[in-house]
């Protein structure tokens, strides 16, 4: 008798302990159910026309189609001074201008290049809060997969972008940066992880691996991933070009795998949110400021690229270049570059479309402290030679970097998710509304956004 009474209030105490477990649990559960979960992936140099006009260009896309049947899409995304990759991506993240967050171009101003070509890759240099700072502070799981100015960010798992050298020191250098063992965890299950440098179509089928898994191991509610190999072609042969168009295909089938985890990662409260950073223009023509500068005494250099002494000079931007002055109240050299740039701009020979002053600088948001900005014809870019010709043969054979109001610069954006429409048009859109967008998703506050988010419902 009293075993079997002990079996009873035994069996009732284990009832009161899972009645209390699911009142104490289903709350949580259900929190972590009804949580979104959004997925902001770039693919860099993204003609939105690549996609809206796939068939016209040959180009055989179905997820990204199918990312406009089934969500909104923008018919074009009008980028910031200068059209650039790393302007761009912080914008994306920020809801901000340049001149406010702080990234003003790819490299550092750097006329010395005592700094060897170092690019913007510190998160420290983002001067207003960006979506992963946001997600963080309100207790969302944050990730990364190579995002530009990603180093040191306020993220919990962090694949970095970084490279110096490379070679393979710079996978040790792309480790420290990003979160303790988290690459050395990764790799022990799916083999080596690209170098920063390493940035053609074949990496990114590797950082999509990486990024999946990711996904499926670390559970977060806001991830980043950044897709280079379409920029890189681009720039190599050009946009639409055969090798630019069967790359596109093959990222194509990486975002039917990326929606594909997510979905499956999140059912029912998956965003996929889809966007470039510029567009991109054919390139014929270099066109080599940097004679006439030399020429004309704005700097001093011994040998064929050590700068001695400057007073102005061009800070590279693809498409265009800022020109600083080393003092801005120097008037009397102000003077003499302007001057020079007229005389160069008055032959349409030299390429030039465009010469904005510092007041229309500042009406663009970018590029704080220029003088000037020379934005290119498209069809030219900046060289980097010191001697004549002027115009030479390009370097590249597509570049972007132009002012944004042109439609070649035009970027791109593709959303489905909960709540979202159907095949709906918005038109064209700033980029610094994807932003606020996705913080409304998730349902946090972004401080910097100077747009309000888009009706993507």
Not at 135 to 151: D, E, I, K, M
Not at 197 to 222: N, Q, Y
Request: with cysteine.
């Amino acid at each position: 008798m009293h075993r079997f009474i002990e079996r009873y209030f035994a069996q009732c105490l284990n009832c009161v302990f899972f009645l209390l477990s699911v009142l104490v649990m289903s709350p949580v559960s259900a929190a972590e159910h009804n949580k979104p979960f959004v997925m902001l992936l770039s693919i860099d140099g993204l003609k939105p026309e690549a996609v809206l006009d796939a068939e016209a260009h040959g180009l055989k896309l179905p997820n990204l189609r199918a990312m406009m049947r089934d969500g909104a899409y923008a018919t074009g995304v009008r980028g910031v001074l200068p059209t650039l990759t790393y302007p761009s991506h912080t914008t994306i993240l920020t809801g901000a201008s340049p001149a406010s967050h702080g990234i003003y171009d790819n490299t550092t101003f750097d006329p010395y290049n005592r700094n060897h070509e170092g690019w913007y890759w510190y998160a420290e240099d983002i001067k207003v809060p960006t979506l992963w700072d946001a997600a963080s502070a309100a207790g969302l799981v944050t990730a990364n997969v190579y995002w530009p100015v990603s180093v040191g960010a306020n993220i919990r798992y962090n694949l970095a972008e970084i490279w110096r050298a490379g070679t393979e020191d710079d996978l040790k250098l792309q480790r420290v940066v990003s979160t303790p063992g988290l690459e050395k965890e990764l790799v022990a299950q799916l083999g080596r992880y690209p170098g920063g440098i390493e940035d053609t179509v074949d990496e990114d089928e590797v950082r999509t691996r990486f990024a999946i898994r990711l996904l499926e191991s670390k559970h977060p509610d806001f991830m980043t991933v950044y897709l280079c190999g379409l920029d890189t072609e681009q720039h190599k042969s050009g946009p639409f070009s055969d090798a630019s168009n069967q790359v596109l295909e093959r990222l194509d089938t990486m975002i039917g795998q990326l929606r594909a985890a997510a979905e499956r990662a999140a059912p029912s409260r998956a965003s996929l949110v889809i966007v470039s950073d510029h567009g991109f223009a054919k390139v014929d023509h270099d066109v080599n400021l940097y004679s006439s500068f030399l020429a004309a005494g704005l700097f001093a250099a011994e040998g064929p690229e050590k700068i001695t002494s400057w007073k102005a000079m061009p800070w590279p931007a693809g498409g265009g270049a800022a020109i600083m002055l080393a003092d801005p109240k120097d008037d009397a050299t102000r003077t003499q570059v302007a001057q020079l740039l007229a005389q160069l701009a008055a032959d349409d020979n030299n390429g030039i479309d465009r010469v904005l002053t510092a007041d229309e600088i500042a009406a663009e948001r970018g590029f704080p402290g220029a003088a000037f900005f020379v934005s290119f014809k498209l069809g030219y870019e900046l060289g980097l030679g010191f001697q004549p010709p002027l115009v030479s043969a390009p370097t590249h054979l597509g570049m972007h970097g132009y002012v944004p109001d042109l439609p070649a610069m035009r970027a791109s954006f593709f959303m489905v998710g909960p709540g979202v429409a159907h095949g709906k048009s918005l038109g064209d859109i700033d980029m610094r509304a994807i932003a606020p967008t996705v913080a409304s998703i998730l349902k946090v506050k972004l401080a910097a956004a100077e747009l309000p988010p888009l009706a993507v419902k």
